[in-house]
């Protein structure tokens, strides 16, 4: 076998989330009363534009999640001997970016360096200028070309990317009419469609009106579909010959590392949820519902837990954490997997540090329920307590958990980036957003100055967060039963 | 003659999406008169309030028609000409009196805001006018309680500041959304009387807006009844109470329970209230109507004006009136049923399934940094009764008087502090949760409130499943799907409706399957809380039936909790009297309610608005229930009570019997004073 598949521990709590969320799409899709405000999400073009943004970032998160070491050519006996260099997917896919590294500095679409050098030419002379690039603009015969190469590419990859997505968007539309035309289920009281003919079987014009219904019902997701896909097709036309967003200290791709940080920053926001949400759940309903001496144990954790500095804590246990992972060099058998053991408990150190705004939610939620009812009624049928808990609280409360979650995924995002600025976050060896601005922010005071790494650590979180947090306020409002009051009790 | 004070014709509101909530409403009310709209939720009573005062929520709005007030047009008016009718010329009052005051501002300051913006009163002419406000509706010690918050007052003083506020501002036309929904028969009783008092000495006219045919029997001159957002039916008070025309308003009345029904079934209005706009064609009583005929469901009937000035919307009586007469009779009283228990009326003591004797719930207050006991609130003190098999017993009382706490301790679910509850001859008081478990299924709860009581997160079938698995009953899901099915005949739902959601359920349909889900263990005894209190007068009929029915072939007891004397009457075999705690008085339905003794009783039977208009004599009880965490001294009921002597300041009164199952707590029927 010529590559071996690797699973880091970052990794399987992924596999997991994942599956979790496949199911639990599963179980909510057979159910009309929780597909509800799913469908009022869906119903939003402002949630629908930031969801299609965010699964962009996580299908790169997702490519770089699977691992894999490739074998080396050397033989050891009859076992292959395997690179110690753990790659991923994506690495596979943008093999240029990764391996095309020039020497140090150079700007956003350069074709040189950024500081001057001396160099030699042909005639043996020393001069002090830009030197060209090893990789970016290496096809150009003549620094001056560059701009109107650069347009022309730009534009070239723009307009394929613009005819893909004019393609792919007018297959799924018209894919996606035959759906929902054909399950109509008449006997569900709500789907208030009523029954009407594929539009390809039906005559061509007919069929065209309804294909425009259907585009202008859609009318926002198209256009930031095909923006999107326009914006990709001119990065990928450019990225082929130029470092887009310029190169760092090292000369790695700027636009590689931003890409490769994005697997940082999901995982930070999704697996966090993993350690906080069983900690709040269970303590936060056992709290609001046993009351008594569980509630006041449970209120004082919490408490004193959200009176320590957060940053103080996470500080004292990545350290401790970090000088067990060096005494113990013997546990990991790749450099990546030492990073990312760091990047897992980092994750499980803010999961321990934030579980307390979403339990004393859930305790307050709790506390009003307990005194529904249908509670009471379980209570006098002598239902047990884990039975109430998971048959009449769980549920009843899983639209906080479900807002909670998609709210506290951008505060994590950020926070990975302070706490990696501030020198505690992930392994310094690991790329994440955080560590770019760690590495930018020294250059911030060159002349001339540095300022393409920050920019683009900037502009791509603020994308991710910005879209997590559109989407979190589609799915809050969606979810709020107090905004939709009327609909429920219909 | 007297002038019209509000005019209003074709009023038209509807929603952003075209479905009318009021539709094509006409109305006028004459100066120093009250028009009461009349109609079951969600028929756009509130709504067409609303309009009047442009105060419509978002989403909703006004489509058409004039409204006249005091001559001025108002949906003409500039929003800032608006703002001086609300609160001047017309006041509105609203149904829950503790979410209409501002409960960071004291009751004064609330008075002079209106004081200052509509008579430019300030500073101490504004205080002086407020106390005189505060007076006139008969708040005590008004100078004091200027200067308190919304919180130290009780529910129905708040609603008397609601009163006071909406007359700062000398309105001709006052608007009462429901004012006495909220509260007790005794403080609805001073609330109807306080109206009718400010209404005689200012001459402003009222709108009352009211599903309860009492209260319009004592406070309206003129009456509208809606329907799916129209008027149905318009007359004088005493024509429609002599003679209600429309086949709506005559089910509405035949569907009050009462004494003089007892033994038959009340006439219920099948189904609900259609949903809004559903109904474009034809008259939207049709579905609901028994007399409705082919002409009903095709044509929309028109308005017809019948001798007296009423009018009614209803194909009976247009054109073709003589050919209605034959129609227009009354339907024929339902068979009288078989009853179960009432042929032994002499209660045999051994058959009682239910002994309850001293039962007492006491709840610790606790105060201060260690968190010592100061003081209890008795919420039940000493209650003792017993329920026979098949017998229904009435607990009567105000809210707070601990009714909702004795039945839940009464399952236990509450522990009780002191007392024994005996369940077919098995003490049930300090059991160890495992040993009660095995006793639950014999008695179980029906709830008031149907939304509340279901978890909309789960399917009917699994609702109902719930208590059979947690008590083991029905050796296989075959089996329970079995009597699911059994059970949703039993209280009359359609067996697919086990594979809905509660939420695709109206309130009527809802309280069904909540006392489906109680029948599911097949309990002996039911304790139903207020069971009808949250539903409409036709759909309290519907549920009343069915729990009579299901007594007489099952063979239930019911201990059923209430405040709704009309309902005890029709129900009840056995009533007990509650007060603070204790049971005043108790005996038969027929002796308590026909012969009360004890004077909390006679006041709270006089306090009811009676649709027959035979007025007992009224018994104005002064003030509100005390609190039971400092009862009075002596008997509870004395500061409230116009007979209270010495002796009834001193102790607690003894039992007295007037008969063998009449018994009632008071000084006056004491042997020192016959």
Redesign the interface.
């Given at each position: 076998m010529s590559f071996m598949p690797v699973i880091l521990w970052s990794d399987a709590l992924v596999f997991l989330l994942l599956a979790a969320g496949i199911s639990g799409a599963w179980y909510v899709r057979r159910r009309?009363?929780l597909l509800l405000p799913w469908r009022r999400v869906a119903q939003s073009a402002t949630a629908m534009v930031s969801l299609a943004v965010l699964s962009l970032f996580f299908a790169v998160g997702l490519l770089d999640t699977l691992h894999y070491r490739v074998a080396l050519p050397e033989k050891n006996g009859s076992a292959s001997v395997y690179s110690p260099e753990v790659l991923s997917v994506f690495d596979k896919l943008v093999t240029p970016l990764r391996t095309q590294t020039e020497k140090t500095y150079s700007a956003p679409l350069a074709v040189t360096l950024h500081a001057k050098e001396s160099i030699s030419d042909a005639q043996g002379r020393v001069l002090r200028d830009y030197p060209r690039l090893r990789y970016g603009g290496a096809h150009l015969a003549d620094v001056s070309q560059r701009d109107g190469d650069v347009l022309w590419r730009g534009f070239k990859g723009a307009m394929g990317g613009l005819v893909v997505g004019v393609l792919i968007a007018g297959i799924t539309s018209l894919l996606r009419m035959q759906n929902l035309d054909g399950n109509n289920p008449p006997q569900s009281?709500l789907v208030r469609g009523n029954a009407r003919t594929p539009p390809l079987t039906r005559g061509g014009w007919e069929g065209l009106a309804h294909l425009k219904k259907y585009i202008d019902s859609n009318y926002a997701l198209i256009i930031a579909f095909i923006i999107i896909a326009a914006l990709i097709g001119a990065t990928a036309s450019l990225a082929s010959v130029y470092h887009v967003l310029g190169t760092d200290k090292v000369g790695q791709d700027v636009l590689y590392l931003s890409l490769k940080s994005i697997r940082t920053g999901l995982i930070i926001g999704t697996v966090t949820t993993l350690v906080t949400l069983p900690l709040a759940l269970l303590l936060g309903i056992a709290a609001g519902y046993l009351r008594g001496w569980v509630d006041d144990v449970i209120q004082y954790v919490y408490t004193v837990l959200s009176s320590i500095p957060s940053v103080l804590l996470i500080a004292a246990a990545v350290l401790m954490m970090q000088v067990t992972i060096d005494t113990h060099p013997e546990w990991f058998d790749t450099a990546a997997s030492r990073a990312d053991l760091r990047l897992v408990f980092l994750c499980l150190i803010l999961g321990m540090t934030s579980w307390t705004g979403l339990c004393r939610l859930l305790r307050g939620e709790t506390l009003k329920l307990r005194e529904?009812?249908?509670i009471?009624?379980?209570?006098?049928?002598?239902?047990?307590t884990l039975?109430i808990l998971a048959?009449?609280i769980v549920?009843?409360v899983m639209h906080i958990i479900l807002i909670a979650l998609v709210m506290d995924f951008s505060a994590l995002v950020l926070a990975e980036a302070v706490l990696s600025y501030v020198g505690v976050g992930v392994d310094p060896s690991m790329i994440s957003f955080g560590t770019m601005i760690n590495a930018a922010r020294l250059e911030m005071g060159r002349e001339p100055m540095v300022w393409w790494a920050l920019a683009a650590a900037f502009g791509f979180m603020l994308a991710l967060v910005l879209a997590a947090n559109l989407f979190a306020d589609a799915v809050r409002d969606a979810f709020d039963p107090r905004l939709n009051r009327s609909e429920?009790?219909? | 003659m007297m002038n019209n004070i509000l005019d209003v014709s074709s009023l038209v509101t509807q929603l952003r999406n075209g479905a009318r909530i009021v539709d094509d409403i006409s109305f006028s009310i004459k100066a120093g008169e009250t028009f009461a709209l009349l109609g079951e939720s969600g028929c756009g009573k509130s709504m067409t309030a609303l309009s009047l005062l442009r105060l419509l929520p978002d989403g909703v709005v006004n489509a058409g028609g004039t409204a006249q007030l005091d001559g001025v047009n108002l949906f003409d008016l500039r929003e800032r000409d608006m703002r001086n009718v609300r609160g001047g010329t017309a006041a509105m009052i609203f149904q829950e009196p503790a979410l209409s005051l501002n409960p960071v501002m004291t009751v004064g300051q609330q008075i002079a805001e209106v004081l200052t913006l509509h008579q430019g009163l300030r500073g101490a002419a504004a205080q002086r006018r407020s106390v005189d406000l505060l007076d006139q509706v008969g708040i005590p010690d008004a100078a004091r309680r200027m200067m308190e918050y919304p919180f130290q007052l009780s529910g129905g003083m708040k609603q008397r500041v609601m009163i006071a506020m909406a007359l700062a501002g000398q309105p001709k036309l006052l608007i009462a959304d429901e004012p006495t929904t909220a509260l007790d028969v005794t403080i609805q009783a001073q609330v109807l009387q306080l109206l009718r008092d400010t209404q005689a000495a200012s001459g402003m006219s009222l709108l009352l807006i009211t599903h309860d045919l009492g209260v319009v029997a004592e406070m309206a001159h003129q009456v509208g009844v809606m329907y799916a957002g129209q008027i149905v039916e318009q007359a004088s008070r005493a024509q429609l109470f002599a003679r209600p025309l429309h086949p709506y308003t005559q089910k509405l009345f035949a569907a009050l329970p009462g004494a003089m029904r007892r033994n038959q079934p009340l006439t219920a209005i099948p189904g609900n209230v259609p949903p809004l706009g559903s109904i474009t064609q034809g008259c939207r009583f049709t579905p609901r109507c028994d007399r409705a005929w082919a002409l009903c469901s095709e044509q929309t009937p028109g308005w017809t004006v019948l001798d007296g000035g009423r009018g009614v919307r209803c194909h009976l009586y247009q054109e073709r009136g003589a050919r209605s007469e034959d129609r227009e009779k009354t339907p024929s009283p339902p068979t009288p049923l078989p009853q179960a228990g009432e042929g032994s009326s002499i209660l045999d003591p051994r058959s009682s399934i239910l002994e309850v004797s001293d039962l007492k719930v006491h709840f610790p207050i606790r105060k201060g940094i260690l968190q010592r006991v100061v003081g209890q609130v008795k919420a039940v003190d000493g209650v003792s009764l017993e329920i026979p098999q098949g017998h229904t017993l009435a607990l009567v009382g105000e809210s707070g008087c601990g009714k909702t706490t004795l039945g839940k301790a009464l399952l236990q679910l509450i522990p009780p502090t002191a007392g024994s509850v005996k369940f077919d001859g098995h003490e049930l008081t300090g059991l160890a949760a495992r040993e009660l478990r095995t006793r639950r299924a014999a008695m179980q709860m029906v709830f008031q409130d149907p939304y509340a009581s279901l978890n909309s997160k789960m399917r009917v079938a699994e609702v109902l499943e719930e208590g059979m698995a947690a008590l083991n009953i029905g050796s296989n899901s075959k089996a329970r799907q079995a009597r699911l099915d059994i059970l949703l005949d039993q209280v009359g739902l359609e067996r697919t409706a086990k594979w809905r959601y509660p939420h695709e359920f109206s309130g009527g349909q809802r309280q069904r399957i909540a006392i489906a889900r109680a029948l599911a263990v097949s309990p002996r005894l039911l304790i139903c809380d207020e069971p009808t209190s949250a539903l409409d007068v036709s759909v309290q009929a519907q549920i009343l039936n069915l729990l009579k029915s299901l007594q007489r072939e099952l063979n239930l007891s019911y201990l059923f909790i209430t405040h709704n004397l009309a309902v005890v009457e029709y129900i009840a075999h056995e009533v007990c009297v509650m007060y603070l705690g204790r049971i005043v008085e108790r005996g038969t339905a027929e002796e308590v309610l026909r012969s009360p003794k004890h004077p909390y009783t006679r006041a709270l039977l006089s306090a009811v608005p009676r649709i027959d208009g035979s007025g007992v004599e009224r018994i104005k009880l002064e003030g509100d229930l005390p609190s039971p965490a400092n009862p009075p001294q002596g008997c509870h009921f004395a500061p409230r009570c116009a007979h209270a002597g010495e002796s009834c300041r001193a102790g607690y009164p003894p039992a007295t019997s007037h008969s063998a199952t009449h018994t009632v707590q008071c000084f006056l029927y004491g042997p020192d004073l016959n």
């Open positions: 009309e009363h009281p529904q009812e249908y009471l009624a379980a209570q006098a049928f002598g239902v047990s039975g048959r009449h549920p009843n429920g009790t219909a | -």
